[in-house]
């Protein structure tokens, strides 16, 4: 079992690009979550779904877009990239709404 | 805005030692979770304690909250080179489906 998995695992960008990052479980999770960790911030909510084709915003949902078409993978979407979203993006699932979440290896993004 | 706040930011000691870090907390809450960070890596789920228990084990883990003072502690015991990580807790506000998670403390064992 591969667990959670995240592609890229890095990315550069310049301002105004778009990408896609994806996250793909096989633990059959009803419910995954993208966040993102800066520096002494800690880790921040940006989108999550409770299942296959939900959407629910977070705490910082603004320049993100995000799909979950299939119960295995949730794709979050960055459509005219910025500098502030320099970041490290983590992708989580959990089998409960306040269970314990299992958590992908991060993708490290840079915007220049 | 962030709901835990974990204290202190940083901790190093002797490796042996105990390390105990606290979290604490705005609302009430359902669960509180402890998740460890090793560098470059994703978070790793260590340990839950619901908002009607006081205290938990797992292994070297020992867990408490204290509901009325809106706080937990981590304890770590014996603590080895390999526990070099941050640490963060993450609480879920009642009524709410998400995880709230503090800025974490770094933990370094020196051998």
């Known amino acids: 079992n591969a667990g959670v998995t995240q592609t890229p695992k890095f990315r550069v960008l310049k301002t105004g690009q778009s990408m896609t990052l994806l996250c793909a479980q096989d633990?059959?999770?009803?419910?995954m979550y993208w966040y993102r960790q800066d520096p002494g911030m800690g880790l921040r909510l940006i989108h999550y779904?409770?299942?296959?084709?939900?959407?629910a915003k977070g705490e910082v949902p603004d320049g993100y877009n995000v799909s979950r078409l299939k119960k295995q993978n949730f794709l979050l979407g960055l459509e005219s990239a910025a500098p502030s979203q320099t970041s490290v993006y983590f992708c989580?699932?959990?089998?409960?709404?306040?269970?314990?979440?299992?958590f992908g290896p991060g993708t490290r993004l840079t915007v220049l | 805005s962030q709901q835990g706040e974990e204290d202190p930011q940083a901790l190093s000691i002797q490796e042996g030692e105990n390390a105990t870090m606290n979290c604490s907390y705005k609302?009430?809450?359902?669960?509180l979770q402890w998740y460890r960070q090793n560098s470059g890596r994703g978070l790793v789920h260590l340990i839950l304690?619901?908002?009607?228990?006081r205290e938990k084990h797992s292994g070297r883990l020992r867990v408490t909250l204290d509901t009325s003072k809106k706080s937990s502690s981590l304890l770590i015991t014996a603590s080895r080179a390999a526990d070099t990580a941050s640490y963060f807790c993450?609480?879920?506000?009642?009524?709410?489906?998400?995880?709230?998670f503090g800025t974490g403390t770094r933990l370094t064992i020196i051998p």
């Open positions: 993450a609480t879920d506000a009642s009524g709410n489906e998400k995880l709230t």
């Open positions: 609302t009430s809450i359902n669960n």
């Open positions: 304690i619901r908002s009607n228990e």
């Open positions: 633990m059959n999770h009803e419910y």
């Open positions: 779904s409770v299942g296959e084709g939900t959407t």
């Open positions: 989580a699932t959990s089998e409960r709404p306040r269970g314990g979440q299992f």
